[in-house]
């Protein structure tokens, strides 16, 4: 698929020329016909690819799908290269899925709210960091440092940000939070097994 775009964007230079020598001789209808195809390759593309992991491209997309639906802005950035690959399977999908859904149900929260997702690289490629940044609405709870759910229902809330803790210091990582002025902000570092 990653292919498929890069093609996609060399060849532009080919489609704009058609099209302008489509333009000079008043074929309208070519041109739209070429252009509504380029339209739908592009959005296809545009919507299976946010980075080259698959695992971590479908989480993304499922995510980024549902919270969309939700009518909440996001904003992803993944850094070509963002290295994950040391990590276990069932690692990334418990980790991502806490940090997304946590940021989620903050937003939803909020009018007019956003979460800005960004996954890149740190000191010549040693560290894989992630950097998820939400509005949220009310107060942060804790106790003896831990955050505490705010949720009514408390049950199995609250484990989920536990849990990403723990698998970030299984790979020796580093996780921070921190909240101010209605924005919080999570930040991992997890040093790349090579």
């Known amino acids: 698929i990653e292919q498929k775009q890069k093609v996609l964007i060399h060849d532009i230079k080919h489609y704009m020329g058609h099209i302008g020598r489509c333009a000079a001789k008043g074929e309208d209808n070519e041109i739209i016909r070429i252009l509504k195809d380029l339209q739908v390759e592009f959005l296809e593309n545009e919507k299976m ?47 991502f899925g806490n940090l997304l859904d946590n940021a989620s149900e903050a937003v939803c929260q909020c009018e007019g709210g956003k979460i800005e997702a960004q996954f890149f690289m740190q000191n010549a490629g040693a560290f894989s960091v992630i950097h998820i940044k939400n509005d949220y609405r009310g107060e942060i709870r804790q106790r003896k440092g831990e955050l505490l759910t705010t949720k ?43």
Not at 80 to 85: K, L, M
Not at 169 to 190: A, K, L, W
Request: charged share 20%; net charge negative; hydrophobic share 40%.
């Open 49 to 95: 690819v946010i980075c080259s992991h698959s695992l971590m491209n479908s989480i993304l997309l499922d995510w980024q799908e549902r919270i969309h639906k939700q009518g909440i802005m996001t904003d992803i950035f993944v850094e070509a290269g963002f290295n994950i690959d040391f990590m276990r399977a069932i690692d990334i999908i418990a980790m």
């Open 152 to 194: 009514k229902e408390e049950g199995y809330h609250g484990i989920g940000l536990k849990n990403t803790r723990e698998i970030v210091e299984s790979y020796r990582g580093y996780m921070q939070n921190s909240y101010s002025d209605h924005v919080y902000e999570t930040t991992i570092m997890i040093p790349v097994n090579k």
